[in-house]
C-alpha cells in the first residue's frame, strides 16, 4: 500500500482520485513558479479540521480563515456589504421568477414578453395594424434574400453571350422590375428571360425552400408584366450543355424574329 501524494490516504498507485491528482499538479507547477510551500496545514474554520493547503507564503500574507469544503465556506459569516450583494441578486432573481404572464395579442397564449410571444404572431399583429407596411417589408424582404441567393449557371452565361452578339441592348441581371431583377432583358423586344436551374421545380437541399422560390417566381412575373414586358422562361435541368443552351436561342430567336 502506498500513500496519496496529495492526502496521504492509503493507496494502491500514486493518487486516490483525479481531482488529488490534478490538485497535486496544480500545486507542483506552482511551486516551480512561486517557490512555494507545498505540505501546509490548516485547521478548517467552521470543522476544525486538519487539511493540507498550498499557500502563496512568498507572494501573498496568510489568509485568516481556511475551509475543508464548499459546504464549510457557505456556513462563514459573512460582511454586511456581502450581505447586501447577495439580498440584491436575490431580488432581482425573485423579481424574474414571480413575473406574471400575459396573454399574446395574437394567438392569446402566455408569454413573458410585452405583446407577442413569438415572431409568427408579431408578423401577424404588423400585417394586421399596418397591412400597407407589411407587405411592402415582406416583398423588400424577398427581394434582398433573392438578390443574395443569385446564382448564375454556365448555361446561362452562354445564354446571355448569344443574346448579346445578337442583340446590342442586352441586359443581364438587372432590378428593372419595382426591385426584381430578370436574368436576360432585351428592352427592344420587351422581353424578360428567366433561366430556372433546377431548385426552381424541387427541393434540393434541407434548407432549400421550393415554396419560397416558387413564391418569388410568382411575383416577379407579376412585376415583369406590370412593367409592360413579356416574361419568357427556360427550364434548365442543370447539366452543362452549349448544345441545350444554342438550341433554346434558336427556338427564343424563331419566336421572336
Not at 135 to 152: D, E, H, M
Amino acid at each position: 500500500m502506498n500513500k496519496c501524494l496529495n492526502c496521504h490516504k492509503k493507496v494502491f498507485n500514486k493518487f486516490c482520485s483525479v481531482s488529488c491528482q490534478n490538485s497535486y499538479s496544480n500545486a507542483k507547477r506552482a511551486n516551480k513558479k512561486f517557490g512555494l510551500k507545498r505540505d501546509f496545514e490548516v485547521v478548517c474554520s467552521n470543522c476544525n479540521k486538519t487539511i493540507i493547503t498550498t499557500e502563496r507564503e512568498k507572494k501573498f500574507p496568510q489568509k485568516e480563515k481556511y475551509f475543508c469544503s464548499r459546504s464549510c465556506s457557505n456556513r462563514r459569516v459573512h460582511s454586511t456589504e456581502t450581505k447586501n450583494k447577495i439580498s440584491l441578486s436575490l431580488l432581482s432573481l425573485q423579481r424574474k421568477i414571480l413575473k406574471q404572464p400575459i396573454e399574446c395579442s395574437v394567438c392569446k397564449k402566455l408569454t413573458f414578453n410585452k405583446k407577442v410571444c413569438s415572431k409568427i404572431c408579431q408578423g401577424k399583429l404588423l400585417h394586421l395594424v399596418h397591412p400597407n407596411l407589411a407587405s411592402k417589408a415582406g416583398i423588400l424582404g424577398g427581394i434582398i434574400s433573392a438578390t443574395r441567393q443569385n446564382r448564375r449557371s454556365k448555361n446561362e452565361i452562354y445564354f446571355a453571350e448569344l443574346c448579346c452578339q445578337k442583340f446590342l441592348d442586352t441586359k443581364t441581371n438587372e432590378p428593372m422590375f419595382n426591385g426584381w431583377d430578370a436574368d436576360v432583358i432585351i428592352p427592344s423586344l420587351k422581353v424578360a428571360i428567366l433561366w430556372n436551374g433546377p431548385w426552381h421545380y424541387r427541393k434540393i437541399t434541407a434548407k432549400h425552400s421550393l415554396e419560397q422560390v416558387q413564391n418569388r417566381d410568382a411575383i416577379k412575373i407579376r412585376e415583369i408584366i406590370k412593367a409592360g414586358f413579356i416574361p419568357y422562361i427556360i427550364r434548365d435541368n442543370g447539366k452543362s450543355s452549349k448544345l441545350f443552351v444554342e438550341s433554346q436561342f434558336k427556338i427564343f430567336s424563331e419566336a421572336f424574329n
